[in-house]
Structure formats: structure tokens, C-alpha cells
């Protein structure tokens, strides 16, 4: 059974910065791309950055210079390094892994899902 499990979420303050970690299980990722979305109370699940299996990255451009992912084959791990956070980074953040070895910023090309890790930026 293929699992995702994300943790590193929490309460930070405004210009602090988190690490999100995704723990892959069932599988190996070596081979797939991984990624982040996130999702704030009444707006869509939305594409926050993508690593290809052989790590080229890609964001989406309003967090380019803030966010970056990366991932560890060798343990399958992905993770989200998100510095000077904003109020309005406050969402659900999932981790997410497609079938292919790349894939694009749509929801509905990513395979598997965790459930999910909360982050809250206080002004």
C-alpha cells in the first residue's frame, strides 16, 4: 500500500521559516516526480512546487525565491523548505507523487496524495 505521510507543519510567525517533510512508503519514488499543494480555507488545492525524478524543480511563480523543494532518493523523502512565510502561506499542504517521471502543475496529474499537514503564519 503506497502511503505519503507530510509532518513539519505547524504555528510559526510571520517571516519564520518551516521544513515540510514527506515520508513515501510501499514504493519506491526514484523513479517519479514528487511535489507539494496546498489548500486555503475556501479556495481551490493549488500547485506550489514539483521535483522531477532527477531533481529539476519547478514553482509556481508568485513563491519562486521563498519555497524550495527537494527530495532524498536514498531515503524516499520529499521536502518543502518554505522561508519568510506570510499570513497567507496559511494553508493545508499536501504532498503529492505522480506516476510519470514528470508531470505539470495539474492537480489531476498526480497519482498519489497524503493527507495533509497544517501550517499557520501568525501576523
Same mark, same amino acid.
Given at each position: ?30 523513479? +517519479? ?6 489548500? =486555503? ?7 506550489? @512546487? %514539483?521535483? /522531477?525524478?532527477? $531533481? ?26 518554505? +522561508? ?6 496559511? =494553508? ?7 506516476? @510519470? %517521471?514528470? /508531470?505539470?502543475? $495539474? ?17
Amino acid at each position: 500500500q503506497v502511503q505519503l505521510v507530510e509532518s513539519g507543519g505547524g504555528l510559526v510567525q510571520a517571516g519564520g521559516s518551516l521544513r515540510l517533510s514527506c515520508a513515501a512508503s510501499g514504493r519506491t519514488f526514484s523513479r +517519479n516526480a514528487m511535489g507539494w499543494f496546498r489548500q =486555503a480555507p475556501g479556495k481551490e488545492r493549488e500547485f506550489v @512546487a %514539483g521535483i /522531477t525524478w532527477n $531533481s529539476y524543480t519547478y514553482y509556481v511563480d508568485s513563491l519562486k525565491g521563498r519555497f524550495t523543494i527537494s527530495r532524498d532518493n536514498a531515503k524516499n523523502m520529499g521536502y518543502l523548505q518554505m +522561508n519568510s512565510l506570510k499570513p497567507d502561506d496559511t =494553508a493545508v499542504y499536501y504532498c503529492t507523487a505522480a506516476a @510519470a %517521471g514528470l /508531470t505539470d502543475s $495539474s492537480a489531476t496529474h498526480w497519482d498519489y496524495w497524503g493527507q495533509g499537514t497544517q501550517v499557520t503564519v501568525a501576523s
